[in-house]
Each structure stands twice: as structure tokens, then as C-alpha cells.
């Protein structure tokens, strides 16, 4: 599928678990090889301390989720950012990738606050 815009599209994706992160592995080789797409896919992390560092430092710097993905590198084009609103206010697309029970609270964060064009994709796995 091929479809041109004047602007590349900037991605974010919301949740950085497993699914989170193993979907942030695959947007981030396709943002990189597609013009279409904006080079850099903001990645939102709740930011946790692993062994004295930030999570959000560790990705950024090894390209790796330790903690919910380790042994998987992500591209060097995925960076990992703890703001929520910071992540997602300049997307042209939002995919959702967390666990259904935050859904309610992390959009209400969100609205308001993200561009009207936008447009979510959900991955969220319910059950």
C-alpha cells in the first residue's frame, strides 16, 4: 500500500511492555524504510529504575528493553520518552499498546492534547 503526504507521519506508541515493545520493533524498521513515515517513532515508557538507571535512558542507549523484552534490539530510529502527552501530542497516528485497565486513564491524560487530524490504532489485547 502506498499513499504520499506532504509531510512524513509521525508516529507514537502508546505502552511499553512486551506486546508494546515488540510492536515498537516492527514500526520502527518499517518508519525507517518508508519516506511516508517520519524517521523517528516516539516510544512511551513509564520510566523505571533498572540497576541505577532509567529504563527510558537504557532504550535510548542500548536500543533494548531490558525489562519487558530483553535479547531484542529495537532500531535506533524508536526513542523512548516517560511524558505521555510529550510522546503523543505531535503523532499524525497513535497506536495503542497496553493493557485494557489504563485505557481510560491514559486517554483522558491525552485529550485535548494531540492533534485533531490524529488518527489511534488499537492493539490492546482484552481477557
Known amino acids: ?8 507521519l509521525k508516529v507514537a506508541i502508546i505502552g511499553s511492555g512486551n506486546w508494546g515493545s515488540a510492536i515498537a520493533k516492527i514500526v520502527g524498521v518499517n518508519a525507517a524504510k518508508y519516506e511516508e513515515f517520519d524517521y523517528t517513532v516516539k516510544f512511551w515508557v513509564l520510566d523505571e529504575t533498572i540497576d541505577g538507571r532509567k529504563l527510558t535512558e537504557i ?3 542500548q536500543h533494548e528493553n531490558v525489562k519487558y523484552l530483553p535479547g ?10 516517560p511524558d505521555l502527552v510529550e510522546t ?7 497506536i495503542f499498546v497496553l493493557p485494557h485497565q489504563f485505557i ?3 486517554v483522558d491524560t ?7 487530524s490524529a488518527f489511534a490504532i488499537s492493539l490492546i489485547k482484552v481477557g
Request: hydrophobic share 40%.
Open 1 to 8: 500500500m502506498s499513499f504520499k503526504t506532504k509531510t512524513p
Open 59 to 61: 532504550i535510548n542507549t
Open 72 to 81: 531484542h534490539k529495537l532500531s535506533v530510529n524508536v526513542v523512548a520518552v
Open 88 to 94: 503523543a501530542k505531535d503523532a499524525d497516528i497513535l
Open 104 to 106: 481510560r486513564r491514559t
Open 110 to 116: 491525552l485529550a485535548g492534547k494531540i492533534k485533531p
